[in-house]
Structures are given as C-alpha cells and as structure tokens.
C-alpha cells in the first residue's frame, strides 16, 4: 500500500538544477508527487512504499548536481496525498529563510559547445547558462532563488527559451537564467565617453578582440562586475594601465584562452588544474616555465616570479578569448583601493579616464564581486580572496543557535557574517574601509542581507580595536537599535577561525592557536601580531609571542619596511638602516624610538624588517608587498643547508631582535639574500614546532595573514609531519582578516569568558 513521504534536502541546493534532477530521478523511480524549493531547500513529497523512498534518498545523496552540496536531510511519512503525476511545483514561502547562498558558477563545458557551434540557435550568444552554469549570488534579489526573484526577470523569455524551461529532457528545464539572442542580454560597445560604436552582436567581439591586438585598454562588463582588459604582452599599454589605475607595482591577474595554453606556460600541478578548471575558476597564482616568451612578465608581476592565472568563467569571455587566443591582462574594474564597479553610470564615472572603449551590458549586477585568488602550498590550498565563485557560502559549522547575530569584521579584509537561522552567512571580500566607496558598499550589502533574510540582528560583534570602520559602525548599530555589543580580539578571532572551521572546539585535546599578522589590538594596548594561544575545554588563553618592538609613525610603519627594521634592530645595530633615511629623517625617527610608548609583536612586521635588511625593498606600494618580495626570493635559493638563526636558544618570548641580528651577521659573512630569505622562513616554522614541543601540543591551527605565504606553510607541513604534530590551516576562508567576522561569530558562539 502506497504512503506519502516528505523529503528535506538542505544546503547548496537552489541554483544549481536539483529539482530538475529530482524529476528525473522520480521518473526513473516511476514516483508521483512534486518537488519544490522552498526556505529550507528543497521539499520533495512522493507517492511509494518506505523502502522505495528510502532508496529514493540514497540515491539523491550519491547523485547529487556536481554543483549541489547537500548538509542536511530527512524523510519521514506524513498523511496520504495522491499524486497523478510527478511536477516540479511554485516554491512554498513562509519568510523563513534557513538556507545557504549559492555563489555563481563558471559556464560549463556543454554551453562552451554551443556557442562555439554555428549550427546552434545559442552560437555566440555571450550569457549563455543552463542549470549548471552562470550567475546565481550576483543576480539574487531575494529568496527563494526562482526568475522572478532575480535580476534576470527582466528579460522575457521568448518561446524557444520557454519551451526549454519546461521540458523535462532538456537542460534547462527551470533554469532560471535561461536566455538566448532573440529574447536576452545585450551587448553594446562604446567609446570611453559613452558614444555607441556598434552594437550588433555578429561584431562586437571581433571588434573589442581587436581593440585589444592594437594596444588599446578595454573595460568589460562580466556577469559579477567590471574588467580592464589589455594585452598581456604589450609593456607600454601595460604601463598605462599601471598610470590610471594608481597600481605601480601590485601584480596583474591573467585571463587566459584554455588549460592548454596554461600548461603551455607553467608549471602545473594537479591540484592547481583542478582549481583553475572547477565550477570556480578562480585565479591561481602560479610557477612560470622558462619558454615563456609572449607575455610582459616584469610589467605584469614586477620583481617576482609568480604570476595570477584564470579561464574565462563566463559565455561572453570564452568568446572573446576564442577570437584573441592570447592572454590577456583582466584586471578588476576600479581604481586601486575602490571596489569593483557594476553600472554603466559608475564605470563612465569612474573609468573613463582609464580606458579608451568599454563593452557594456544590460543585466543588472545586484551583488558585484571580485575574482576569488587561491594558491596552493603542495594540496594544501590557501585562499588570498574569498569571493566570486567562493561567497558567500559557508556550509561547515552552521549553527543552531536561534540568536541573530552580526559579526562586523575587520578593516582591511573587510566582511560581515550573519546567523539570521541555522545557518553562518559569510559575505565576500571588500576591501579596505579607509575607502569610502568601499564603506558604503560594505554597508549598503549588510543591509541587503537584512532585507534578504527579513530580519534584525539581536547580538553584533565588532573587532576591539576602537578605530576600524566596522567597529564603529557597529557601534552605530547598536545604538541605533539598541542591540547587544559584543567587542572580541582580534586575534582570538583568527584562532577561533580555525577552530571553526574543522569543528575543533568539541575537540578533548588542548590546541596550539599559531596567529601571525600585521596588526591586531591587544588585550594589553600593544599592537599584537606575533601571538600563540591555548584552547582548552572552550577556554582560550595567550601562552607566548614574539618579543616587543617600538611601533612607530603610525600607520607609515606598515608602508615602509625601513622603519620596521629601525625599530627592531638592537640598539647598537641601529646605524646599519642609517642608510636608508635622510639626516632629517634619521633624526625625527630616532626621537620617535626614545619618545616612543607603543609597542608591537607583529610578524608582519618583522617580515618588513628582513625584507629591508636584505635590501629587497624599503617602500611599499602595496600591503604585503614586502613578505611577496622576501618569499620570492627566498624561493630562489636551491639549495636545503638552512641556518636556524634561533638555534639552541632558550626562550619564552620568541626574540625578535635576536633573530634580526644573526641575519645581519649572516648577511656580514657573505650568506645570499637567496639563503637568507630561505632560512628566515625555515626559523619561523621551526619556532612554531619548538614552542609546541615545549609546551606538549599534538595539534597546531595557524591563522593569519602571515599564513599565506606558501613557502611557510609548505616547510611548517613537512616539518610537522615527521613529528607527528597535525596541522590545521584556514582552507575554507582565507587566513587574512576575511575570515574575522566568521571567527568573531565562532568565539562569541563557544568561548568561555
């Protein structure tokens, strides 16, 4: 005798063809009933006996959309419904949004067949998707994701593209983005004052592809925002591009034409294929082989050997790389500092004194992303920026908590996270907030959340430090609704990040927490960045860090390596930076020293300070440029006869100063900047082990943005390896101040004050 049974399926279910697979799965089952989404995911009712229903869901969790990721799910009977058939039905709604965000994926390699096909009615049509491809977190308005809650609403579907929405056996059975050239977006070049040049699609990308070839900078809108684009071997378009987009030396990303080509030019491993070819294509910093001959390389990446690598992620850039089959310079949209740009008004605005032509569109970006950047240290992949491809989706460690809570973040690797149900939003990266601009989108995406979800926070969590933009407007928050503040460290935020991430704080065993970075505002008004806590049973503590130095002029430190080596030199070193300031400056920075109250333990820091003493660089022009520069050259040296510039050294705190003179007198005996870049890191990693073995740890979770320099995190694996010590790294969020808000959220959630 038949029953009626209710299936819940949750996670990253909407979007991505799971109800178009449930029908087919019903019809193979010979099932009736009906599926829809719904604010939980999707809801399935089936006519069958429990045996076939159960077999039903086994089935569902082996088979899933490759592009689907189930978290939760249930069956049980409810009372008897006949069906007639088997249909895919109108979402339910019942404001009760307790689902996670699906981030966009890159087209898939069926759609690449068809606009590549001249026998196809979808041949060159540049926004072509299907259920298992195209824009999904950047065109959301609201939920559940259906057309009609999306920026895609706004164009009709013509008949053939309707016929396809409801067939059964076709691929884009409701597929909510479904579109083609009789009835879609529409492309439309124009020169950089906004005068129309041509607008027939037959032409468009032959005549932008040649823009390109003749050296000219073309801005390009994609289906998550803004692209500058050149040629990627033409050094004086290159340079003009470095001029107006206010970036001298910070490196360029790479859109290239196939994994062919990319293989063609570097060293590639598996795991780094599977990345650059995944439903993310994100960009990947790789190796460059020595036959590469067509590309700009010190224009694109000056001073270092490492180079930012993507595919096209969108119908309209795999036909524009098909037609160039060259690398390209695609840059984001924006002037250095501001956030990508969306609109054809912003980008007028904004980049006509940048670029001499601009390929627009008429989809409205409602959340514009950057490209996500991921690299790689052997399998271990360390995520630089979380964002398309990647966010807003956080799907391990949801909570069942029911308080609302908002976690503001930081303020240079500015995001949010939300907990409005059972589930941990985290937003995508924006930047800098000194950046107006980047303020208000950061703000205007917090209250689309809101508005998203129906719901007011009951609890925000800022950062301690008084002065970053997030904390003071959650402050304003707060006040405003009169809704609990919670302040939380910085770096215990890092650690509960990680401990977050792999599920650790049930663990029994106590944790080494490894935190290095920048800057972060302790506990004791120092400026911490050197820090090792314990977590134990959920309590967390500081067990150790790096020795105090003078921090000095500021924010200024942070920018020039010099002052950074200044002030951790030993006293009776000091004269050796002498070199590198003028008499005035010398002076006015030496009375800083003696006047001096503030105090720092940053690894970020030190690793400034090294960068200077090897003479690699005494100015940046980009945060983190000196710690890219000194792994740089620090992977030049092929050799393994490493000096442990901290060997047979007792210590508490680790001695900053110390490890600073035996480089210089390493440097004195004529070592290599290659051997003393190297070795530097080896002794970061073997401090990190000496302090664990001290202190009997079996487990170690590094966060910070320290940990994103490979080479470290490459030499800290292997070395902890042989002891037998585990290692937990962010994998799922970046290790920079990204992942604050999520860790934020983690310690309010399980610590134990």
């Not at 790789?286 to 590469?292: D, V």
């Not at 976690?407 to 149900?421: I, Q």
């Not at 503030?598 to 003493?613: E, I, N, P, Y």
């Amino acid at each position: 005798m038949q029953q009626t049974f209710q299936i819940i399926i949750s996670g990253q279910v909407q979007g991505v063809g799971f109800r178009p697979f449930i029908y087919g799965l019903a019809d193979q089952f010979q099932c009736n009933g009906s599926v829809c989404n719904n604010e939980d995911g999707v809801l399935i009712h089936l006519n069958s006996v429990e045996e076939k229903a159960r077999d039903f869901l086994t089935t569902i969790l082996k088979s899933a959309p490759e592009v689907s990721s189930i978290q939760s799910y249930s069956i049980s009977e409810i009372a008897f419904r006949e069906f007639d058939d088997f249909r895919i039905v109108h979402s339910e709604s019942n404001h009760k949004i307790n689902i996670p965000l699906t981030p966009d994926f890159t087209i898939c390699e069926s759609c690449k067949i068809e606009i590549r096909d001249t026998n196809n009615r979808r041949y060159g049509y540049a926004f072509t998707t299907c259920t298992n491809c195209g824009p999904r977190y950047a065109v959301t308005k609201k939920f559940p994701f259906e057309r009609a809650n999306t920026t895609v609403s706004a164009f009709d579907m013509c008949i053939a593209c309707q016929t396809e929405y409801t067939n059964p056996n076709d691929r884009r059975f409701h597929s909510q983005t479904n579109s083609c050239a009789d009835c879609g977006i529409k492309l439309k070049v124009t020169t950089s004052d906004g005068k129309t040049i041509v607008d027939a699609d037959s032409e468009i990308i032959k005549k932008v592809s040649k823009f390109i070839l003749d050296g000219d900078i073309v801005a390009i809108k994609n289906t998550n925002g803004y692209l500058l684009c050149c040629d990627a071997n033409n050094k004086l378009t290159i340079e003009r591009l470095r001029a107006k987009k206010k970036r001298p030396t910070k490196p360029f990303a790479m859109l290239y034409p196939s994994i062919e080509r990319v293989k063609n030019d570097f060293k590639l491993s598996l795991s780094e294929e599977k990345a650059l070819t995944s439903s993310v294509s994100p960009i990947i910093i790789l190796n460059p082989k020595e036959s590469i001959t067509d590309l700009e390389q010190e224009s694109i990446a000056p001073n270092l050997n490492q180079f930012g690598v993507m595919l096209p992620s969108s119908a309209l850039l795999v036909l524009l790389m098909d037609e160039l089959k060259i690398p390209i310079i695609a840059t984001s949209g924006n002037i250095h500092g501001s956030p990508i740009i969306s609109t054809k008004e912003d980008a007028i605005q904004q980049l006509s004194g940048v670029t001499e032509y601009f390929l627009h569109h008429d989809l409205e970006v409602a959340f514009p992303q950057d490209d996500s950047v991921v690299r790689f240290a052997g399998e271990q992949q360390i995520i630089l920026r979380r964002s398309r491809g990647l966010a807003p989706n956080y799907l391990k460690g949801t909570q069942s908590n029911p308080v609302k809570v908002l976690a503001m973040g930081a303020h240079l690797k500015s995001t949010f996270s939300y907990v409005p149900n059972a589930h941990t939003y985290v937003s995508p990266y924006f930047g800098n907030l000194d950046n107006y601009d980047v303020l208000v989108r950061y703000q205007e995406s917090i209250v689309k959340y809101k508005e998203l979800f129906e719901s007011q926070p009951e609890v925000i969590l800022i950062d301690s430090h008084p002065q970053y933009q997030s904390s003071i407007l959650g402050k304003a928050f707060s006040k405003k609704s009169n809704t609990k503040l919670v302040s939380i460290q910085h770096h215990k935020a890092h650690f509960a990040s990680v401990l977050g991430e792999h599920d650790l704080f049930k663990s029994k065993e106590k944790i080494l927490g490894v935190v290095w970075d920048g800057t972060g505002f302790g506990d004791d008004q120092a400026i911490w960045g050197g820090e090792f806590f314990n977590y134990e049973k959920h309590k967390m503590k500081r067990l150790s860090h790096f020795e105090y130095v003078d921090w000095i002029a500021a924010d200024r430190m942070a920018i020039e390596p010099r002052l950074a080596l200044l002030s951790i030199l030993p006293c009776s070193k000091r004269e050796l930076a002498k070199s590198k300031f003028s008499e005035t400056e010398w002076k006015v920075y030496n009375r800083m020293l003696e006047i001096n109250s503030l105090k720092t333990s940053s690894v970020g820091r030190l690793f400034d300070a090294v960068a200077s003493l090897l003479d690699i660089i005494d100015k940046t022009s980009y945060e983190g440029e000196a710690a890219m520069l000194l792994e740089n050259q620090a992977r030049n040296y092929d050799g393994n006869d490493y000096i442990d510039f901290l060997e047979d050294l007792a210590f508490e705190r680790i001695p900053s100063k110390t490890l600073i003179a035996n480089i210089q007198k390493a440097k004195e005996e004529g070592i290599s900047k290659f051997r003393n870049a190297n070795s530097f890191i080896h002794t970061l990693a073997l401090v990190i082990l000496k302090i664990a073995k001290q202190n009997d740890y079996e487990t170690i979770a590094c966060s910070g943005g320290v940990f994103q320099n490979s080479l470290l995190v490459t030499k800290l694996s292997q070395l902890s390896q042989k002891q037998g010590i585990k290692l937990k790294f962010n994998r799922i969020l970046s290790s920079n101040d990204e992942n604050i808000s999520f860790g934020q959220l983690c310690y309010y959630q399980y610590i134990k004050i």
